[in-house]
């Protein structure tokens, strides 16, 4: 059985929209032109960032021009070739990534040594090749090598488009006499058995051994390849030039034009001592500590232009709502080029109708290719899962490490990362000493603040530079806990500030709370804002920019919140309602507070109200004891230095987080990068239809609920679909189960 050519992904030669066939050979010439190009303007930087020697950069070349260029022979299967013809989904016997691993190893390993004489590159090769697709595992049933052990599949290894590939060789040296080989079957049995084989060897460490700087050159190995897979792709596909790479990882602002908007950001007001203090800092990562509203971004954007003008500048914050507002606030309104980068960003800037610099412009990916476009951006403002993401294998952080290799990283609001990311962040820093680093937050545990001195001083040296924010402002007293008068009855309170034109919050500790507050405040008379995590993506943007713009104006207006207020929300009340919740959590609430408070206020501190309900979750009865205690310790008049100073942070353990890019050389599987969550997806019987149209995806529609019995729920893409029987679902409230 014979197939007429053997392809690389699936094409319609009668819609003319590609120029060539898309051949193995011809995808592997193109991605040979983009990884050479990646390497020449990015492999230096990696070598760099890493901390590899520079004999590094020649290893590095030569494994990931070899793993390119083998990256995709293992699609001479007729199993894989089937699928293209056919264009539907048909079970494969084995993926084709192993069969690429099972040609490298066990067929071609005597002709690459004419190329590659070490044993362990070849295999530090074929591993690569192995892992291109992020989610390869011998074992797992999802993504696992084999998916029928009885099957099987010719290879066509005397095809002329196989043999092609060997004209693509990336050697400078002469070439080896082609090889032949005869058209053969490969059983699903047989690949089992190597791969297993390697496996057991690999483990028990018959062979390779390999030492920490070649697994560091396979991680940057699998992640030029990925890189140079994706844009191959991706540019080919739009008829567009490689030099767009060129172009895009070449190009940056010059440092005037950066310190010019930093000075519209500024609107002729000077830095404050602070900002500058930061701004002047060589240190390779500095760390700033700043009450909320002091001005930390700014200091971050005059860091990133007196120091770092030729590297792109991130900005990364733990949510997505403050990615966009970070986007909104400190990029679309300058002159650089910018990006906003996480995994809700494209519709973000459809729903927002956000200015993202997009021309028309034939020589321009589609805006749907937002992580490549972002090669090209001056800053990008992003989720901080779109740089830690690599540490697990996610494909935003694989797409944008090309830009992060040569980038000035600020970590925002890093006191909000769970165990999890935060122990990512400590591995990225460890594996990543000579990328510049800015971390910000108002408040830190103290065994986050210990665990990064302790890494800072075991690589460089010395101590890590801390900056804090001005003392006066730090010291200004903005926040007065008032007792209610009403038995625990806030409602009188925020009735008389609402008369007097005032914004009160409310920050709710769950979902149902918040929405029990809202219909409370609507049974007085009042037409409150509601804003959490459990809404349809449309409906939530509408309503974070709903509770945005209202603060910006001067009317009065009541909004009941979760704890997405604590960091999505750049916004300043004149009044605070929050559930009594952890005291890092309360921080953050009180920075929606008075936040525009400086040294020449002349009125009082604002109120705030802790209510106490009766049921804590979702946090822990210690977590709620220690917030008492520190309450009982707070002044009358409180500064937010008071809040820091009457904290006693519990101690967390800083064990070793385990990442799946650095410490699993083998096989490349994708892991998760925060704590698991308790949630469960659902999409809404009535949306079914527009899912089906595939004008957006599932994730456009899908709502994260609280667990509950789902037996009667059918599924869809690994959703469940929820009736009118199952969830109450309203634009403004969002979604409740309904009470059975």
């Known amino acids: 059985m014979g197939t007429e050519r053997l392809l690389a992904k699936s094409w319609d030669s009668t819609t003319g929209t590609q120029f060539h066939v898309p051949t193995i050979a011809w995808h592997t010439e193109c ?76 067929i071609l390993d005597d002709y690459l040594s004419y190329y590659i004489p ?37 290879l066509f290894l005397s095809h002329k488009d196989f043999h092609a590939l060997f004209g693509l060789v990336p050697t400078d040296c002469d070439s080896r006499e082609m090889p032949h080989f005869d058209d053969r079957t490969l059983s699903a049995i047989c690949l089992h058995k190597a791969i297993s084989k390697a496996v057991i060897d690999y483990d028990d460490c018959i062979f390779p051994i390999i030492d920490a700087n070649q697994k560091k050159i396979i991680s940057l190995a699998k992640s030029f390849l990925i890189a ?32 010019g908007s930093l000075e519209k950001t500024l609107g002729g007001k000077p830095l404050r001592e602070f900002q500058e203090a930061v701004a002047q800092s060589k240190a390779p990562w500095t760390f700033l500590k700043a009450g909320c509203g002091t001005g930390k971004t700014v200091a971050a954007c005059a860091w990133a232009a007196e ?19 970070g986007f909104i606030d400190y990029v679309k309104a300058t002159e650089l080029e910018g990006s906003l980068q996480h995994s809700k960003a494209l519709w973000d800037i459809e729903e927002l109708e956000l200015d993202v610099g997009i021309e028309t412009d034939e020589n321009e990916l589609p805006q749907r290719e937002i992580a490549l476009r972002g090669w090209g951006a001056d800053t990008v403002v992003a989720t901080v899962d779109t740089v830690l993401g690599i540490m697990q294998n996610h494909r935003a952080g694989h797409y944008a490490y090309p830009g992060i290799l040569k980038g000035a990283l600020v970590f925002d609001e890093i006191h909000a990362y769970d165990k999890f990311l935060f122990g990512s962040l400590l591995r990225f820093l460890e594996t990543h000493p000579n990328i510049p680093c800015l971390f910000m937050t108002a408040s830190l545990q103290e065994s986050r603040e210990q665990a990064l001195r302790e890494l800072h001083y075991r690589i460089f040296n010395k101590e890590l530079e801390i900056r804090k924010g001005p003392e006066d402002l730090e010291n200004l007293p903005r926040y007065t806990l008032i007792k209610s008068d009403s038995k625990n009855d806030p409602w009188p309170d925020i009735k008389n500030y609402i008369q007097q034109g005032k914004k009160v919050l409310w ?75 952890p005291v890092s959590a309360m921080i953050q609430r009180l920075g929606r507070l008075n936040r525009k408070a400086d040294a020449t206020s002349l009125h009082e501190p604002f109120p705030f109200i802790v209510y106490e309900q009766q049921r804590h979750e979702p946090y822990t009865s210690k977590d709620i004891e220690s917030a008492k205690e520190w309450l009982n310790r707070l002044p009358d008049r409180i500064s937010q230095q008071d809040l820091i100073n009457c904290w006693l942070p519990d101690v967390e353990d800083q064990s070793r987080i385990y990442a799946n890019w650095l410490d699993e050389s083998l096989w490349t599987r994708k892991s998760s990068l925060r704590e698991a969550s308790k949630s469960i997806s659902v999409v809404l019987e009535k949306d079914l239809g527009y899912i089906r149209k595939g004008e957006k995806p599932i994730s456009y529609y899908q709502i994260n609920m609280p667990r509950r019995k789902i037996a009667d729920m059918e599924s869809f893409r690994g959703r469940r679909i929820a009736t009118d029987s199952h969830i109450r679902y309203l634009e403004l409230e969002g979604a409740s189960w309904v009470k059975k």
């Not at 120091?307 to 990364?316: A, D, G, K, P, V």
């Open 507 to 581: 920050v709710s500790n769950t979902v149902d709370q918040c929405i029990a507050v809202g219909r409370e405040a609507q049974k007085k008379g009042m037409k409150p804002l509601f804003y959490h995590s459990r809404y349809k993506y449309s409906d939530r943007i509408k309503r974070h920019r709903a509770i945005i713009d209202s603060f910006k104006n001067d009317d009065s207006f009541f909004a009941t919140t979760t704890q997405v207020a604590e960091m999505s929300l750049n916004i300043s009340a004149d009044m605070l309602i929050t559930d009594i919740a």
């Open 31 to 106: 991605a040979l032109d983009c990884a050479k190009r990646l390497l020449r303007l990015r492999g230096g930087d990696a070598i760099h960032a890493m901390g590899l020697p520079q004999s590094a950069m020649v290893v590095l070349e030569r494994i990931v021009l070899f793993a390119v260029w083998l990256h995709d022979i293992g699609k001479c299967a007729f199993s894989f070739q089937q699928i293209l013809e056919m264009k539907t989904k048909i079970a494969q016997p084995f993926r084709h990534e192993a069969v690429s691993w099972y040609i490298i190893s066990q």
């Open 307 to 325: 120091n770092y003008s030729e590297r792109q500048l991130w900005l990364t914050y733990p949510t997505t709502g403050t990615a966009t507002e």
């Open 228 to 259: 140079a897979d994706i844009s191959a792709s991706a540019l080919s596909g739009n008829s567009i030039g490689f030099d767009w790479i060129d172009k895009k990882l070449e190009a940056r602002a010059e440092s005037d034009a950066r310190k």
């Open 118 to 154: 070490d044993k362990t590159e070849r295999w530090m090769i074929a591993v690569c090749v192995a892992g291109h697709h992020r989610s390869f595992d011998i074992q797992d049933r999802q993504y696992g090598a084999i998916r029928d052990y009885l099957g099987k599949s010719e």
